[in-house]
């Protein structure tokens, strides 16, 4: 095994979320095709990352918002939560601890995402 590609990411509507994930975080399209029975394969990826994510509304044990936890790297997290505040994202205050800086924030079903900045070594 070499890295984790592809995450689900339930949401309920793919297009209001594709927008969300576009035009508000900055994520690129990698892909959008039909998948049959009327579904749609919605993948995104941040520029400078492998893992990308996928916007899911087909499997019945995952609500739309019930993910919570995921993290994405910072390495200016004051700058980005200011960016993303401007761009109508709600972001929590930056939290100090001794693993990091962290800010939540959540997508537009109620999936939890956080910024994180490593601490200086």
Excluded at 45 to 63: A, D, Q, R, Y
Excluded at 66 to 83: H, P, R, T, Y
């Amino acid at each position: 095994m070499k890295n984790i590609q592809v995450i689900s990411i339930p949401v309920t509507d793919q297009q209001k979320s594709k927008d969300f994930y576009v035009n508000q975080l900055g994520f690129k399209l990698i892909i959008e095709a039909p998948m049959g029975n009327g579904q749609t394969w919605v993948q995104l990826g941040l520029p400078s990352t492998e893992t990308s994510i996928t916007l899911v509304n087909w499997f019945p044990k995952m609500p739309a918002g019930c993910i919570q936890g995921l993290v994405i790297g910072s390495e200016d997290i004051a700058k980005e939560v200011k960016e993303l505040s401007a761009k109508g994202i709600k972001m929590s205050e930056l939290q100090n601890t001794p693993w990091g800086i962290f800010s939540h924030f959540t997508d537009i079903d109620g999936n939890g995402w956080m910024l994180h900045q490593s601490p200086v070594m």
